[in-house]
């Protein structure tokens, strides 16, 4: 299980980065909310803790959803002003803050859909737009950094959420990986816009993995952990393709093609 989370997820990044230079960073930030990154780390904790602390962690992962959007609107809101780390250290104390908040919650399923729901709609109208006008394609550049960042990332998420309790398990498990790596990716080569558009995008993508978590919460205490995996997984695919209609037209169209990174 640990060597198919250190190569699943760099891979990932990989194909991500694919889908940006070919599609946008739009398309690419729709495509990063399947549960890429959270489903293996809640098997991990199934594995190792049983499906009553899997179906908790997985329970908080849908309330974590609301840190992992303050984390996109700090950063899509101070791209614009400041350079990546600057940026990147207030979005991560913004997401730190949301998760301390968020033990404070009692463990319920309705309170953490209606937190995540909230954060969703919030975000909706609170992320910034890219604006009118072009985005710079995404520049040629050493993949190779950018998918060990994700393994390392991947390690220590799993580690510490092995370590921990139900509730924080679960919200470690939903920390923003995956746009750390491509946000400051993006910011780096393409600029503030780049950034708010991508972002926009992950806000798009929270359907398939808010109907992973949900299908884990609701299915492991009724059935054995395979078939609930898989379901969980089919329902993720389902959502996000059916996600994929709100997504502007300009991102589900096929650019000519571009040369794919190095």
């Given at each position: 299980?640990?060597l ?5 997820v ?6 991500l980065?694919?889908?940006?230079r ?7 930030g ?12 809640l ?18 992962a849908?309330?974590a959803i ?5 984390f996109n ?16 250290t ?8 949301a ?19 909230l954060?969703?709609?919030i ?7 890219p ?6 394609g995404?520049a040629k ?5 950018r ?25 470690v498990?939903?920390f923003p ?5 491509m ?8 600029g ?7 972002l926009?995008g992950?806000l ?8 992973f978590?949900?299908a884990?919460?609701?299915?492991l205490?009724?059935m ?14 389902g ?7 709100l997504l502007?037209?300009?991102a ?11």
């Amino acid at each position: 299980m640990l060597l198919l989370k250190l190569t699943l997820v760099p891979a990932f990044l990989y194909l991500l980065a694919l889908v940006a230079r070919y599609y946008g960073p739009q398309r690419a930030g729709w495509m990063a909310g399947l549960p890429v990154v959270a489903g293996p780390i809640l098997w991990l904790l199934l594995q190792e803790h049983g499906a009553d602390f899997a179906t908790h962690a997985a329970m908080q992962a849908i309330a974590a959803i609301a840190a992992s959007e303050l984390f996109n609107l700090v950063y899509a809101r101070s791209a614009s002003r400041h350079d990546w780390p600057r940026t990147l250290t207030a979005a991560l104390g913004a997401w730190l803050l949301a998760a301390c908040l968020l033990q404070l919650l009692k463990p319920s399923l309705p309170l953490a859909l209606a937190v995540a729901g909230l954060a969703v709609v919030i975000n909706s109208y609170c992320l910034p737009q890219p604006g009118a006008g072009s985005i710079p394609g995404a520049a040629k550049e050493v993949l190779w950094l950018r998918m060990l960042a994700a393994a390392l990332l991947t390690l220590l998420a799993s580690l510490v959420a092995s370590q921990m309790g139900a509730r924080w398990s679960g919200m470690v498990a939903v920390f923003p990986l995956l746009a750390v790596v491509m946000a400051v990716a993006t910011q780096r080569t393409q600029g503030a816009r780049a950034v708010q558009a991508l972002l926009r995008g992950m806000l798009l993508g929270r359907l398939g993995f808010a109907g992973f978590c949900l299908a884990l919460a609701l299915l492991l205490p009724r059935m054995e952990e395979n078939p609930a995996f898989l379901l969980a997984s089919l329902s993720a695919i389902g959502l996000q393709l059916l996600s994929r209609r709100l997504l502007p037209s300009s991102a589900r169209t096929t650019p000519a093609a571009i040369p794919p990174p190095d």
